[in-house]
């Protein structure tokens, strides 16, 4: 029987084998990309199509212990999270051409085999009917994004790498496999339910020790203070850096913690034991304290990097809040920021490319040089900012009128202190750039926007971002479908 979830994922994997078998035809090798892409994305619509009309698309692999199969389901928060990865996989590789090739980057091949199994092991998360099944994609999407990191196989690059690994691998490992495993011993079952699976038969203290272990087991978050393997692992190309921060890593260790949230606690369990109040208190802080970091990094990367360690925990924040309206928006945050923190990431790589240059600081005028770059950029912020005409506006006005509704007058105040400082580190640099003047001979030779391939990227994803405002129906529709809101 012809089955949605499993064909969507395996896609992305017969296509890392064609990629590999044509490294030597260049051209070949990034048609098998897009031409898995898009496949991918025409499946993605035909299953949108059949899950908003109600139909349940599951499949059974294998049957592993009694009550836990390494199963698939596709419902409405996984294929928003699918959607997302499927559909920012087609400009991202368009990216990775323009930015590989002008800079003549070794092992390309390996580059972009390994960045198809990574989308494969994203889309197992996405569709995952139980926990265990999630872990085991969780842990694939660890091991085949490791060599994206360490790309350059420097000393700086293997570091990272290590960092990299070790973060996620101990984690999990100590963390997330035992919290499952006593999970299992108590429900009987892994498998996900809208109402959670452990109920009213666990203590305060073993659900609280379960919240903390889940919560910091899924690394991938970025919740503080298992946060320092992100920046990291910032030696690594930009496009990486932009699957790192919003095709894959990073939204697959909110998606988890979500997921853990919703469908093995509930979110009735959470408000009722109080545990909801625990993940506030911990959201809030890495909300905060990555943002005043953020303020102090010249570097553009780190300074992206440390401002998606902030908008990750606003997405848990916003879980937290554990009303129905606050978590639609958390949910459709993971969308939001997926487009216009990629755009940003891509704005930096195509500066790099055109001038070289990495620091904030030296970047004085780069709007009139590069305005098309810029402009993208300055849409990219507004998004992550909370500001018309960009998507991030919708998700963060769910989440502040839960926190309205459900009297956490607290948690509004972080967000809008963090958007604030969201501000603070963003205007800066497109003030700088369009309106400061820079020095004599801050770009010697003068400069031009990069090569089309690394320019096109950035307007399709910041057009995209504008696009959410004006229209954000299928996205908002999965987010309350899933929560019931």
Known sequence: MFSFPLIIILIPSIAALLICASGKRPNVREFWTFFAAGINLILLGLVACKVLGGEQLSHTLVALVPNVDLALNIDAFGLLFALVAGFLWIPTSIYSIGYMRPLKEHAQTRYFAYFALAISATLGVAFSANLLTMYMFYELLSLSTYPLVTHHQDGEAR??????????????????????????????????????????????????CLLLMYLFGFAKAGVMPFHSWLPGAMVAPTPVSSLLHAVAVVKVGVFC????????????????????????????????????????????????????????????LGAGIASKLAVSGSMLHIAMHAFGKITLFFCAGAIFVATGEKYISKMVGIGKKMPVTMTAFLIGSLSIIGMPPAGGLISKWLMLNGAFNSGLTWVIGVYLVSSLLNAAYFFPIIYNAFFATEETNQYPGGIKEAPLWAVVPPVITATCTVLLFLKPDLFLALAKMATGA
Do not use: E, H, W
């Not at 913690?257 to 911990?282: K, P």
């Open 257 to 316: 913690i979500l997921r853990i949230f919703t469908g093995v606690f509930g979110i009735s369990v959470l408000t009722s034991t109080g545990l909801n109040t625990i993940i506030c208190v911990v959201a809030s802080f890495t909300v905060i304290v990555s943002s005043l970091i953020a303020l102090t990094q010249d570097n553009l990367k780190r300074r992206l990097a440390f401002s998606t360690i902030g908008q990750l925990s606003y997405i848990i």
């Open 159 to 208: 570091t990272g790498g290590r960092k990299y690994l070790t973060y996620l691998l101990s984690t999990s490992i100590g963390l997330v496999l035992p919290a499952m495993i006593i999970t299992y011993n108590i429900a009987g079952t892994l498998t996900f339910s809208d109402m959670g699976i452990l109920g009213g038969a666990v203590s305060g203290t073993m659900m609280t």
